[in-house]
């Protein structure tokens, strides 16, 4: 069997779809077997010891043909003796197939959860410290899919105001939300109830960069990622107004492919800006590349009939060195702008002017920058500059020092958070409350509706509190003392960093808390906890009586002294995969069924929580 076995891989070195960098790809062999592929087909044909042990001679019709034994041949190259991948021959063995085939890394849909197997960081330098968010990923096909998208169970209610966490007994149209649970599961819930009324998302994203939840098994490719991203925007498209906007914050990782995917799903024409924030200004020595400084925001909107207000970029304090006239008559000091006109000539900006002393002043060759009345009117309001043959507008301190200078697509006046700024967390990836205020202010009002459903710490939901307009933040882990509830609890209570301060914020308002109540989702949940094999076939066991496992798994083949020989890691894949995905939450339709007990008082809520959809 050993030489068959070194005969196999030198033959296989020959086709670059099935080895690569020096490594055989087992998965890939494997699916191209169970396709019947020609190509290896042939390629085992060519070498007489593989066509001795993996195909029959059959006689059809007084002809001798020879017929490849496919499932030998694939139970041969999943041996571990052969390539020592005891998971895979696991997961085989048990049943986690579809339809024939093994389980793929592609498909429609992408979960995640918490997992430890791999780390979220919020698109940070590798310097930087990671987040302590932990993700395991799976796509499902389509085909796997039957009630996963269906509005879910709210459970765990709480209120919470300036006197403290309060019994939810009914809600208020203009109430907060935070949700805790799958965020993909949750966006469908909030489809039925705020279809269309959502005037701003605003999201950050895991970046795909190599070191975050897409680094397992391989790493997820971009393809994945991408699929990711396209199941949450489609239905984050579902929620926006007509006149509202969607911000995305990437780094140039995905930034390429997120924009096609974008334009692909808003619509290329409903693209308005990609703004560029820079958000540190590193200084350090590369010596191969330059320094990452640098996040994008991609801003679309749900339709070309969207409102936007301009915001303003503070005036530095070398902007401020400019205004450095003074004419002494109490109106403080000023600086010169001209009068002329820089684009092309208009006829109502084209004409002499003539000032309150009957001096001409002859039409600059591109025109004035403004019409005749309103240059006159400047000047009976004391606001032109007369001076031999120059004619230009005073522009004083103490009236534009709180304006500034209209934000354009380059950010570069709002700075990452470091900690000794006061509204730091230490919650790396954190985004400052400046960079979620300059959004919010460009695109609603107040009382409009924000949702954050990639919320972390909470900076969008507090900065939309202290903005007064109504929220949602989705988020399906905790993080303690940065949760994102605790932090909303500060935020009533008068929190003062951040934009406290510049918009006088004094504290007050209120929000709902409420999780999509588990079942598949429990177990997830102690799976990841889990340290050693033991506490894993505990779980197992609570499983087989109380969870849904997956259809095509066969429990009667899952054989424990098998199961403690595999690494920790991928015991806890296995038995994630194991459960049915369709069953991580319950579903509302199944409110009524006594298995969930769920509670007299829940059932109410949901019920006027959801209204017509129950």
Not at 498 to 520: C, M, P, Q, R
Not at 594 to 613: H, M, P, R
């Amino acid at each position: 069997m050993q030489n068959l076995m070194n005969d196999l891989t030198k033959l296989f070195q020959k086709d670059e779809r099935i080895f690569a960098d020096g490594k055989l790809l087992k998965n890939k062999l494997t699916e191209l077997a169970l396709k019947l592929d020609q190509p290896l087909i042939e390629l085992l044909l060519s070498d007489d010891k593989a066509k001795e042990h993996f195909f029959v001679e059959k006689t059809i019709k007084k002809d001798k043909v020879l017929v490849f034994d496919k499932d030998k041949f694939i139970a041969f190259v999943n041996n571990k003796e052969f390539l020592p991948d005891s998971f895979t021959s696991f997961k085989n063995k048990i049943g986690l197939m579809t339809n024939g085939e093994y389980l793929k890394e592609k498909g429609d849909v992408v979960l995640a959860w918490a997992y430890k197997d791999c780390v979220l960081e919020g698109g940070q330098d590798k310097e930087d410290q990671k987040r302590d968010e932990i993700f395991y990923n799976e796509t499902l096909s389509p085909d796997e899919i039957d009630r996963l998208f269906e509005p879910k169970v709210l459970t765990n209610f709480k209120r919470y105001d300036s006197r403290g966490e309060h019994v939810v007994t009914g809600f208020n149209k203009d109430d907060n939300l935070i949700i805790k649970g799958n965020n993909l599961l949750a966006l469908h819930c909030l489809k039925q109830k705020f279809r269309g009324r959502v005037k701003l998302i605003y999201i950050d994203p895991p970046y795909n960069t190599g070191n975050d939840s897409f680094n397992y098994n391989d790493k997820f490719n971009h393809s994945t990622w991408l699929t990711f991203m396209k199941n949450r925007l489609r239905v984050a498209m579902e929620i926006l107004r007509n006149d509202g906007s969607i911000f995305i914050q990437i780094d140039d990782n995905e930034q390429a492919y997120l924009k096609v995917l974008c334009d692909e799903i808003f619509g290329r024409e409903n693209f308005r800006n990609q703004i560029s924030w820079l958000r540190s200004s590193s200084g350090k020595t590369i010596s191969k590349n330059l320094a990452n400084d640098i996040d994008y925001l991609l801003w679309y909107t749900k339709t070309d009939q969207y409102t936007f207000y301009p915001t303003y970029k503070p005036l530095s304090e070398s902007t401020k060195a400019m205004y450095n006239k003074d004419d002494n008559d109490g109106r403080g000091k000023y600086r010169l702008f001209p009068l002329q006109k820089t684009g092309g000539p208009g006829p109502e900006t084209t004409y002499d002017y003539v000032d309150n002393n009957r001096k001409v002043w002859k039409c600059p060759p591109k025109g004035w920058r403004m019409t005749k009345e309103k240059l006159k009117a400047l000047e009976n309001d004391g606001r032109l500059y007369f001076k031999g043959n120059a004619l230009a507008e005073k522009a004083y301190w103490n009236e534009r020092e709180n304006e500034g200078k209209t934000a354009n697509n380059l950010w570069d006046d709002i700075y990452n958070l470091q900690g000794s700024n006061s509204e730091y967390l230490d919650f790396a990836g954190q985004k400052p409350e400046a960079l979620i205020e300059r959004i919010i202010k460009t695109v609603t009002e107040e009382n409009e509706i924000v949702v954050d459903f990639h919320v972390g710490s909470g900076t969008t939901c507090a900065v939309a509190h202290k903005m007064r307009r109504q929220y949602i933040g989705i988020e399906q882990l905790g993080y303690k003392k940065n949760d994102p509830v605790v932090r909303l609890k500060n935020v009533i209570k008068g929190d003062r960093s951040g934009i406290s301060k510049d918009v006088k914020w004094k504290g007050g308002g209120s929000f709902v808390y409420a999780w999509l109540k588990e079942w598949n989702e429990q177990y997830i949940s102690e799976i990841k906890e889990a340290d050693t094999a033991r506490k894993l076939l505990n779980i197992y066991e609570k499983m087989k009586r109380e969870a849904f496992f997956r259809y095509d798994v066969d429990l009667s083949k899952f054989e424990e002294k098998e199961f403690e020989k595999l690494p920790l890691k991928e015991q806890k894949q296995v038995l994630c995969e194991c459960l049915d995905k369709n069953h991580l939450y319950v579903n509302l339709s199944e409110i009524d069924d006594a298995t969930y007990k769920v509670s007299a008082e829940d059932k109410k809520l949901n019920k006027e929580f959801y209204k017509t959809v129950v």
